[in-house]
């Protein structure tokens, strides 16, 4: 068990305990809302809930047991498909089903796993459970992701996805029919304030912006094609959630079961379909695209036959 002891800074005065204490240490946001949720935070003595204000100057005490440290387990991933591969990076079609790196509490296949694998020899830069990763999709999302082999790839990598000089496009199925059929959504992303696993349209969020027009429409779904400006966690299924038009087959942010059975899904219709960026080390722009897998492709004829 590890102990801290401190007066709390001012800054973080009126900020909720998870995310005060993980700014404040470093921990994620899951893990400091499970530090509270054990009753390890406690503010002038009294313990305090993650959702809880902190009040700057007040003495906090922090108590936690230490995780054990992730590592990349090599397990090969079958349907892994690499796109692109050369001295400085491997762009790969991630499938459903598998992680960008290793988390706490997950235990399938990963992205880096799946290299280490296949013998790849990624970038060592960045956290060790994450060396390499300069983006990432949601298990249940599939496409295009390029990994950094070099240190200079990630570090290139990484700025040009900070300063949004990567184009990344998605197609998505939603319920219904935007309206308007193509439009921009711009709206702060933040942690939903009753679910540690969820996000949300919150006030004091994120700045999130998200481009969309609409390719096919259906009885009662759309296919969209979807232009990121920023890459917020869950970006896309929010957004469009957020309008009434949840990714179909997104159970956690509201899809109807009924359209996801009748269409024989099991995750989210979304999926990276291109990606383009410049090179970093030719500065060449190069452009990478990845035809939709078979559930995604099956759920699309049994719209069109409807």
């Not at 909720?16 to 809302?33: E, M, P, Q, T």
Request: net charge negative.
């Amino acid at each position: 068990m590890e102990t801290r002891s401190l007066p709390l800074p001012d800054g973080l005065d009126g900020v909720r305990v998870d995310a005060g204490i993980a700014k404040l240490f470093g921990f994620s946001r899951s893990f400091a809302a499970e530090v509270a949720e054990a009753g390890g935070v406690a503010l002038n003595g009294a313990v305090v809930g993650k959702s809880d204000r902190l009040h700057g100057g007040a003495w906090l005490e922090v108590n936690w047991q230490p995780r054990e440290a992730l590592t990349i387990v090599p397990i090969p991933v079958p349907n892994l498909t690499i796109v692109h591969d050369d001295e400085s990076i491997v762009v790969v079609n991630k499938p459903s089903g598998v992680a960008a790196h290793p988390s706490v509490g997950w235990t399938g296949p990963t992205v880096l796993g799946a290299l280490s694998a296949a013998g790849y020899r990624i970038a060592t830069s960045g956290a060790a459970e994450r060396a390499g990763i300069v983006h990432r999709l949601d298990v249940g999302t599939s496409g295009l992701m390029v990994v950094a082999k070099s240190e200079a790839a990630y570090t290139a990598l990484k700025r040009a996805f900070h300063d949004r000089e990567v184009e990344k496009i998605y197609h998505a199925v939603v319920q219904g029919h935007p309206d308007p059929l193509a439009g921009t959504i711009d709206a702060p992303l933040g942690r939903h304030p009753r679910s540690d696993w969820k996000f949300a349209v919150v006030a004091g969020g994120k700045d999130s912006i998200t481009h969309y027009e609409t390719l096919e429409a259906f009885r009662s779904a759309s296919l969209l094609e979807v232009h990121l400006e920023t890459g917020r966690t869950h970006q896309i299924r929010v957004h469009m959630a957020a309008q009434r038009h949840p990714c179909v087959g997104d159970a956690m942010y509201g899809a109807d079961p009924s359209i996801t059975a009748r269409l024989g899904l099991t995750r989210q219709w979304l999926h990276a379909k291109q990606l383009a960026f410049s090179h970093p080390d030719s500065r060449e722009w190069v452009t990478f695209n990845a035809d939709y897998p078979a559930d995604l492709a099956h759920a699309l004829d049994v719209l069109r036959d409807a």
